[in-house]
């Protein structure tokens, strides 16, 4: 295991000093490993948390600021936050207009998020849970009942964010949070596996000339695997699936982001946009707003995932709102 | 060689048709491998350029916008852009007030850009260069005389895009480049190799407990190879020479940037930024900016640099100043 670390069991714990230090605007309850607005909680905006397994920087302690996430509970590396940290995040952000809980749906994460949840409502705080479950891969699968939640969260909890910038209320924010999880879908290929630290090994091991395709953020199988393609086929691979789950049509406005898992450089993940985008162009789907980086990422792994999302006025409009996190920031 | 690409010899012109695709205010001379601003030549604004081979993403592509480049040629994978790429580039953003080339300190690069800049005065285009050399590693490398460019290079593109927006004039903006690369200094280390595409295998090896100390963008030697050490040591083998070659004191104020190679999750990055900070409390310099991520990269290698940056007055309200591009974005 090649790691910048010093042991296994303090990476977390010393990464969110280094968030700490790197990002004066933040605040790090280390107690609680929740990162949160130094200005939390902001009187009568919804607070939104979300949180889960450590591994995916900058998802979710680089999404926290203006425009964006209220505050963020780390777990260590791909083992869900316990409710108590849950709560303190949730207490931490209540404004008074009440909390969104942003959950990925993986099992620990909503079970946890479920009881924080309750402990929150029994202290007198309104909390509002959606569950996000994005990735069309597959149905059930090791941490998961149902779909797994993946990149579409980033774009939730952006939109979502504008959203209580503008004062929205926690309803309308949790409608809106639902409205975006029925409007995005997501699948990922990974070319290598990746190393828990406290495992000291790969997750799983693929052959030189192999892919997994439908892989999961914690290296869980996704699909099948197949002989390592071209970006072309990996393209059709991945938006094929994704486009016929979404139901898009001729005519249909999608923000398409291609999401690095970590260990694959910027240049291959601009030639699979290019590709994704030929692709959509066939179908007669017009990008009109694009992402393209690692934003959700599986520690050190090789490979891409594409997201779509459909995309309204409204949806632009949030998009294009001022956010200011480390991991996102544009506008005033 | 595990890549999303389709032929090796098609990886940067297809990149660069997802960069157009993906970020609608830049352009694209796909003839010349130039990315420049939607809006260039900027009236009586000084024009930036800088270029150099691929592999570094989102250097310098990344780095077009409002506030930082206005445009960047591009090499093949690891090799220098040709003079007639950089002259299309200068006569793109002249806007009248001139052009300043920044040149990473490679001797292709240095030799094209000294190309450039006389074709480019023989049309009556004012040109100034300065070459940056920031690593402290070695004196002289595979590719160089002389120290070479990285880290440095980001800032230097930064601040000065930021003193070309204050409408400064060349000769100004210039200084304050040579000012700037006076006052930083970087270094890196390699836990892995990187694969240039058109190799198709890894550029050096490295055994499993061994760090490459002072390692080029490149992939070329650093100063020794010594065996895997804690982040701790990382971070001290790291900051104690570039500290030291910059004379840094106590009490002096720095902007202290940490970056990845590729391959080295923003989580190790977070961690290796809070041991850098705690060599710079003992030493009493106060960290006032930061950067940490992935900005000057090497395909993906997994390693990491760090880079000190000694801080005014001027050079912090340049920093803060407003930027819009793909890699760097805040503010206005």
Same mark, same amino acid.
């Given at each position: 295991?090649?790691?910048?670390?010093?042991?296994?069991?303090?990476?977390?714990?010393?990464?969110?000093?280094?968030?700490? *230090?790197?990002?004066?605007?933040? @605040?790090?309850?280390?107690?609680?490993?929740?990162?949160?607005? $130094?200005?939390?909680?902001?009187?009568?905006?919804?607070?939104?948390?979300? $949180?889960? +397994?450590?591994?995916?920087?900058?998802?979710? $302690?680089?999404?926290?600021?203006?425009?964006?996430?209220?505050?963020?509970?780390?777990?260590?590396?791909?083992?869900?936050?316990?409710?108590?940290?849950?709560?303190?995040?949730?207490?931490?952000?209540?404004?008074?207009?009440?909390?969104?809980?942003?959950?990925?749906?993986?099992? +620990?994460?909503? =079970?946890?998020?479920?009881?924080?949840?309750?402990?929150?409502?029994?202290?007198?705080?309104?909390?509002?849970?959606?569950?996000?479950?994005?990735?069309?891969?597959?149905?059930?699968?090791?941490?998961?009942?149902?779909?797994?939640?993946? +990149?579409? @969260?980033?774009?939730?909890?952006?939109?979502?964010?504008?959203?209580?910038?503008? *004062? *929205?209320?926690?309803?309308?924010?949790?409608?809106?949070?639902?409205?975006?999880?029925?409007?995005?879908?997501?699948?990922?290929?990974?070319? @290598?596996?990746?190393?828990?630290?406290?495992?000291?090994?790969?997750?799983?091991?693929?052959?030189?000339?192999?892919?997994?395709?439908?892989?999961?953020?914690?290296?869980?199988?996704?699909?099948?695997?197949?002989?390592?393609?071209?970006?072309?086929?990996?393209?059709?691979?991945?938006?094929?699936?994704?486009?016929?789950?979404?139901?898009?049509?001729?005519?249909?406005?999608? =923000?398409?982001?291609?999401?690095?898992? +970590?260990?694959?450089?910027?240049?291959?993940?601009?030639?699979?946009?290019?590709?994704?985008?030929?692709?959509?162009?066939?179908?007669?789907?017009?990008?009109?707003?694009? =992402?393209?980086?690692?934003?959700?990422?599986?520690?050190?792994?090789?490979?891409?995932?594409?997201?779509?999302?459909?995309?309204?006025?409204?949806?632009?409009?949030?998009?294009?709102?001022?956010?200011? @996190?480390?991991?996102?920031?544009?506008?005033?």
């Amino acid at each position: 295991m090649k790691k910048i670390i010093n042991a296994p069991e303090d990476v977390v714990r010393e990464a969110l000093r280094g968030v700490e *230090r790197a990002h004066p605007e933040l @605040t790090v309850d280390h107690a609680n490993r929740v990162v949160a607005r $130094g200005d939390a909680p902001v009187s009568d905006k919804v607070g939104l948390i979300s $949180g889960g +397994g450590s591994g995916h920087e900058p998802m979710h $302690g680089g999404f926290v600021g203006p425009g964006m996430l209220d505050a963020a509970c780390a777990g260590e590396v791909f083992t869900s936050p316990t409710p108590d940290q849950m709560l303190a995040a949730t207490k931490q952000v209540d404004g008074g207009a009440g909390v969104l809980h942003i959950v990925k749906n993986y099992t +620990g994460d909503v =079970l946890n998020f479920e009881m924080a949840a309750d402990l929150a409502r029994a202290e007198g705080i309104e909390v509002e849970a959606v569950v996000i479950d994005d990735d069309v891969a597959v149905q059930d699968s090791t941490y998961t009942a149902g779909r797994r939640g993946v +990149g579409g @969260t980033v774009l939730v909890e952006k939109l979502c964010g504008a959203a209580a910038e503008e *004062r *929205r209320s926690l309803a309308d924010v949790a409608q809106l949070c639902r409205d975006v999880n029925a409007s995005v879908r997501s699948m990922g290929i990974a070319l @290598t596996s990746c190393t828990v630290p406290a495992a000291g090994k790969p997750t799983f091991e693929l052959a030189e000339d192999e892919m997994e395709v439908g892989i999961g953020i914690h290296g869980e199988p996704g699909r099948e695997r197949r002989k390592l393609g071209t970006a072309h086929e990996i393209a059709a691979a991945l938006v094929d699936p994704v486009a016929q789950d979404l139901a898009l049509e001729n005519g249909d406005r999608v =923000l398409a982001f291609v999401n690095g898992m +970590g260990g694959t450089p910027l240049i291959e993940l601009y030639l699979l946009f290019d590709e994704v985008g030929a692709l959509l162009d066939e179908r007669g789907v017009t990008i009109e707003r694009s =992402l393209v980086g690692p934003y959700i990422t599986s520690l050190e792994m090789a490979g891409a995932s594409v997201t779509l999302l459909r995309l309204n006025d409204d949806l632009v409009r949030l998009w294009d709102a001022p956010v200011k @996190t480390p991991g996102l920031r544009w506008g005033a």
